[in-house]
Every structure is written in C-alpha cells, then in structure tokens.
C-alpha cells in the first residue's frame, strides 16, 4: 500500500508540474503555441494547434484533480472519530503545566559512607 502512495503521489507532482508548463505555453489571445509558429499549415502542430494545447490542458488537469482525489481518500483520517475528538481523548487524563498541581518535594536518603578499611593484609 505505501508504494501506491508514492506511485501516486510521483504521478500528482508530475501532473502539477506538466499542467503549469502546459499553461504557461499557452498564449493569453487564445492563439498559443500556432501563434508561435505563424499559424499556417506548415506549422509542427498544423492549423489546429490550439485546439491541441487546449485539449492537452483539459487533460492534465483532468488527471491533476482525479490523482488529488485519489490521494485525498488514500490519506484520508480514520472513520472512527475526527483528528480534534481524538486529541481530546488522548489529552483527557493530563492536565495544563499552569494548572497542575504542584508535587511534593522529593524526600533524599542519606547514602551511608563508605567504611574505611586498613592497609593491612
């Protein structure tokens, strides 16, 4: 399951990146990428390379919001309760640092000194 989620989200990354270039191609009078070439027939997309680029966006913006949905349910929370429920029930037997309690001071043992033996064997 952990390699479909780094498979897909690869795939997400991709169609971001692809989708921004896609636009960013795209001339603002509609004409894109045929306006680069002259617009004629001779062009390397033909007279309809507009209608190509246009299709090319729609496409990966397409794939861009299905793979977001895909990882939207994958990473999704658990069925069980929300994220804010279950920090309440984790933190439901702590209290505040500013409200806790003070604790009574550790009481110390006095650690008996050593014994001093003689040098003589």
């Not at 795939?11 to 989708?19: K, N, P, Q």
């Amino acid at each position: 399951m952990d390699i479909l989620l780094y498979v897909l989200l690869g795939f997400f990354i991709l169609m971001a990146v692809l989708l921004v270039l896609m636009v960013l191609i795209q001339d603002e009078q509609g004409d894109g990428l045929a306006g680069m070439f002259g617009g004629g027939s001779a062009s390397t997309f033909g007279s309809r390379a507009g209608n190509v680029l246009t299709r090319t966006t729609s496409i990966l913006g397409a794939l861009f919001l299905i793979s977001a949905f895909f990882l939207a349910f994958l990473f999704k929370t658990p069925t069980t309760g929300d994220v804010a429920a279950a920090a309440r029930q984790a933190g439901a037997g702590k209290t505040e640092w500013w409200n806790a309690q003070p604790s009574a001071p550790a009481v110390e043992t006095p650690v008996p000194a050593p014994a001093e033996t003689t040098g003589t064997k």
